[in-house]
Structures are given as C-alpha cells and as structure tokens.
C-alpha cells in the first residue's frame, strides 16, 4: 500500500495544495509552522479518521473558512483507490470513497492504513494507562471495524452510565430501574474490546521483542501483560461470556460505591498495558533510552502486523522523530524502514542526506514544492 497523492483545501494553514508522493521515502522540509506537520495530520486523518493533534474539529479549519476538504489517492493490493473527507464547522462531515457516499467516518476506516510515529510517541512507557490504551485503540481499530463499532457503542453506554450515577442523588428510583440494563450492555462490548485487545497483544509482543533486540543487542526480554479492571488470568478474556459475566458482576457490586464516586468504577476504560523487561515494570525500571526502544518497537509492531494481517506494508508517518532520537536509534530507524512508503517531517536539512533517492518537499507558508 502507498499514498500516491494528496490534495488539501482550508485545511490548517494550508490555501489549496496537491502533493504527490514517491513509493520511497518522502521528506517534508521546513522551519517550524511552515505546514510540514498539517500535511502529514490530513494524511493521518483520512487513515483513521481522527487527528493527533485537534480536541475539536474546527482547529483544522483555516481561520476565516467555513469548511476544510482531503482528498487522498492511494494504491492497495486491489486497485487505486481514493478517500474524499470535506470537514465543517456546523454541520456533519461529507465522507466518500471511490464517489460512494459514506453513512459515518468511521466506514473508511482502515481503508487507508498508516502508522504515526511522533515524539509523544516516546514517552509511552512512562505516561499514564490512558496513553497505552489509546496506542491499543488506534492499532486495533486500524484493523478491524468491528471493534471501532464496540468501543463507540462501550463509550455511548458509559457516558449513559456515568450520568445515571450522577443523577442518582436526585433519582435513585430511575438509576435502581435501569442500572442493570446499562451495565448489561456494558459488560457485553468490554467482553468484546479486550478479547480483541489481548489478541492484539500476544501477536505485538514477539515483533516488539526482535525490535527491541535488534536496536539495544540487550538480553532484557520484553513482555506485554494485559492489566485488566476484571482481575482475570488472561486466557480467560478469550471466553467471551465468562469475562461478560463477571464484568456484569463486578457494575452490579457496588453502587454506592460509584455514586459515591460519580462514575464507573469498572470496565475496559480503566485497564492498562503492563510492559515488562524481564519480568519488572518497564514503566518503573527501566531507563529512558530502554523507555524510547521499546516505545520505537511498539510503534514498528504495529506495522509488521498490518503487513501480517493484509499482505502489504502500511504508510509510515514520521513527524519530527529523528532529532528526538540519539545516534543508534536513528540509525536503527533508517535501516528498518527500508522498502517502505514513509513520509517524514524535519526542520534539519542535514536528515536528507542520510537517505538515498528520497524524494524531497520543500516547505513554506502551507506551499509544497
């Protein structure tokens, strides 16, 4: 899979631009706020349909414009195909494929499939459980759409949930009345997530382990442990009622617990990715250079599952991660992407020239030449 082509209209600070790309490594070259990284977020954005930078949708509109509009062209293993997202301020998003008018953005979905690597990216050992959950999320859904459907149906019924809690001081005979069925539903799409989850995570761990090899040479083994809120042994959450079950249990244990909290106490929302160096917490004993090779690891998993999953490599999108990175990651980096689509942002002129028949983009003011 390659991107061929992407044009952009009133999208961040960009007028109108047409940008084509080679099947190789492509290099985005500029000074900071030039529009490097607006490009590589629209691209982004057409992949999994949501950006790694706006908590809201208007931030990608151009100041002064009422709507921003992508169009992506890209090559996979059946035909060229091209993505089309038109992004309003008022109104919903207009989203086709191929001229085919889609119900929602999620439809296309893993239609596009591209791995982002930036330097937040680095710090996801040490950051907070809600970091790694969003890295399960974002890799599982690129995948498979089924699970994109349970996890909004899961958060649509824990935003229910939560406010029933909430509302019970006012309403107890109401939160009494429906809490079972509430938590029902929940427990059902938190038994799907982490099958689907751990799934994920048995099959990243081999890949994030040779990574992790292949760039220190250190002996420390990596593992992946999923840590979930049900406190099950993880071959459990391949049985699908059981897990259903003893969430269901555990939403109907302590109510006056959650109201006494305001929220749901239990379910895949507060579970965590255990990463481990030889059986100890990588997020507590493990030092920032084995903290950011692990992290690169998880990321390159992520792709070498794609390919795995459906027979051909992803887009890699780099922003900006070389000079996060010191000499021998780098290098690594460099030498894994080999045979790849990439498209890379820099401020350093200096990157260019470690790649041979890079295509290069220069970067000014939203224009790319």
């Not at 859904?141 to 149906?153: A, D, E, F, G, V």
């Not at 079950?245 to 909290?261: D, P």
Request: aromatic share 10%.
């Amino acid at each position: 899979m390659y991107c061929k082509t992407v044009k952009a209209a009133d999208f961040r600070n960009i007028e109108e631009c047409k940008v084509d790309f080679s099947e190789g490594v492509n290099i985005l070259v500029g000074e900071n706020a030039q529009g490097k990284t607006n490009l590589l977020e629209a691209v982004f954005y057409s992949s999994v349909g949501r950006s790694f930078r706006a908590s809201h949708t208007s931030e990608m509109i151009r100041f002064g414009q009422s709507a921003a509009d992508i169009e992506l062209f890209y090559k996979d293993s059946k035909r060229d195909q091209k993505l089309h997202i038109k992004i309003f301020r008022d109104k919903q998003k207009l989203v086709e494929k191929n001229g085919v008018k889609m119900d929602k953005l999620s439809d296309i979905v893993g239609s596009f499939r591209a791995v982002l690597f930036c330097p937040e990216h680095l710090s996801l050992i040490k950051d907070g459980p809600a970091a790694r959950r969003g890295y399960l999320d974002m890799a599982i859904s690129r995948m498979y759409p089924m699970y994109i459907h349970s996890l909004q149906k899961y958060n649509y019924v824990l935003k229910q949930r939560n406010a029933l809690i909430k509302n019970a001081f006012n309403d107890r005979r109401t939160f009494d009345a429906t809490v079972e069925l509430w938590s029902d539903q929940l427990a059902a799409e938190a038994a799907i997530i982490s099958d689907m989850r751990l799934k994920f995570i048995r099959r990243a761990s081999g890949h994030i382990s040779n990574c992790f090899f292949e760039m220190t040479g250190e002996k420390e083994k990596p593992t992946l442990v999923y840590d979930g809120s049900s406190n099950q042994n993880e071959e459990e959450y391949f049985n699908r009622e059981l897990v259903k079950k003893k969430y269901f249990e555990l939403l109907m244990s302590s109510h006056e617990r959650e109201i006494a909290a305001g929220a749901t106490l239990w379910g895949i929302h507060k579970d965590d990715l255990d990463i481990r160096l030889n059986g100890k917490s990588a997020r507590i004993y493990a030092s920032q250079g084995q903290q950011r090779s692990l992290a690169l690891a998880m990321k390159l998993a992520e792709g070498e599952i794609c390919k795995e999953e459906f027979g051909d490599q992803p887009v890699f999108l780099f922003d900006d991660v070389l000079s996060e990175l010191d000499a021998s990651r780098r290098e690594y980096l460099i030498n894994k992407i080999h045979e790849k689509q990439v498209i890379m942002t820099t401020c350093e002129s200096e990157s260019i020239s470690r790649f041979k028949d890079a295509k290069i983009i220069r970067v000014e003011n939203g224009r790319y030449n």
